[in-house]
């Protein structure tokens, strides 16, 4: 996970600027976050089976689809705080430390929001699925569906996050430029 190791870098660094940063815990809770995700995705290979045994309804397995649509979720998820800590720091760099505000409550929202986006989406098409009868080959293109409504959450997100970086970058740029002309004037004057 790509995003999940990058968002851990860009929290690990967030937390450290607002002096709060704790390796342990955020090291902690990210491996416990990509363990329950490859536990969930793999655990019929395991040879256990509960969730593909309860997701089993009607001769169609529901877990394969379940499980892409729980992994493009969390994909959107740690996209989505990578991008809202990056935020955080823009702000923080333009503002001030003052600026920092408390985290959990926009993580929160973002895990939320994903969880909600998952299940309604696994809801709805399991039950419509159930409903309507259809064969595995059917259930896939609404599978597929989902996968599309990430990619332009996904796709949304990283144009964000590259407008977010571009205009941080221009503007370090342009108070580099300053302070550079700034210490030119200080020396001429001297």
Known sequence: M????????LKY???????RGKVAKLLLTQLLAFVLLAVYCFESEWGSGYLSDVLYI?????????????????????????VLYFARIVRIYRRGLAAASP???GDLAAIIFVAVLCSAYLYASVTS???LGF?????NWIGRFFIQISNFFYIALEVGGAILAWLF????MRDRNIKNMTERSDLNSA
């Open 135 to 139: 064969d595995m080959t059917q259930y």
């Open 13 to 19: 660094a967030h937390d450290n600027i607002i002096g």
């Open 129 to 131: 699925s159930l409903r």
């Open 58 to 82: 009607n001769n169609v397995e529901f877990y394969a689809w379940s499980a892409r649509v729980i992994i493009c979720g969390v994909m959107i998820l740690f996209d989505w705080l990578l």
């Open 103 to 105: 985290t959990l409550r």
């Open 2 to 9: 790509v995003q999940q190791f990058c968002f851990s870098c």
């Open 169 to 172: 970058l221009k503007q370090i």
